[in-house]
């Protein structure tokens, strides 16, 4: 199984930062991954697929890179509403799998 | 407008039976590959099962193998899920999601339901 890991696991951030949330695969997925942004209560949102495509809808604060293992989740300037847990899913394999999450919060 | 609604969670004690439904509506169900994935509480993600679109393909995470089955009723849009011999660590939100691809099994999760929880406890 690919095992996917996200760093850091909390992240401290104000408003207007930017933020970077790095996941690594254990072997080469290509560029099948993709980010999720989930609130409280509430079920997670697709925001970038394909490694750096952005979903319909989702602001441009928002961007993807990487390819093979290495890859990374930019905010370009946190907005309030953007203090959520993130979370990276491989689908290169039948098998999906997600990383342990990354909590962006309020310094 | 794309709606996926799950239902059929409740508490259930170690070794019982539920039987998830999810009813999909917005898009040609058909179409598209579905998965499960659920989130126990105040943990990560994590895949539970999928299955192919058109097809009869289906694919299982190693910790529900064996105990989970996955369905789905084109004809009703909707996607089933049964588990079986539950066990406490299966305790979780199961979310059912679309995935996006047309006709793909592998691919991002661009659609999810809100959600149902399973309570395993004696």
Do not use: H
Request: with cysteine.
């Amino acid at each position: 199984d690919i095992q996917m890991t996200q760093s850091p696991s909390t992240l401290s951030a104000s408003v207007g930062d930017r933020v970077t949330i790095t996941c690594r695969a254990s072997q080469s997925i290509r560029s099948w991954l993709a980010w999720y942004q989930q609130k409280p209560g509430k079920a997670p949102k697709l925001l970038i697929y394909k490694a750096t495509t952005l979903q319909s809808g989702v602001p441009s604060r928002f961007s993807g890179s990487g390819s093979g293992t290495e890859f990374t989740l930019t905010i370009s300037s946190l907005q309030p509403d953007d203090f959520a847990t993130y979370y990276c899913q491989q689908y290169d394999s039948y098998s999906c799998s997600f990383g342990q999450g990354t909590k962006v919060e309020s310094k | 407008e794309v709606q996926l609604l799950e239902s059929g969670g409740g508490l259930v004690q170690p070794g019982g039976s539920l039987r998830l439904s999810c009813a999909a509506s917005g898009f040609s169900f058909s179409s598209y590959a579905m998965s499960w994935v659920r989130q126990a509480p105040g943990k990560g993600l994590e895949w539970v099962s999928a299955f192919s679109g058109s097809g009869d393909s289906t694919y299982y995470a190693e910790s529900v193998k064996g105990r989970f089955t996955i369905s789905r009723d084109n004809s009703k849009s909707t996607l089933y899920l049964q588990l079986n011999s539950l066990r406490a660590e299966d305790t979780a939100i199961y979310y059912c999601a679309k995935v996006s691809p047309l006709t793909m099994v592998r691919g991002e999760f661009d659609y999810w339901g809100r959600g149902t929880l399973v309570a395993v406890s004696s």
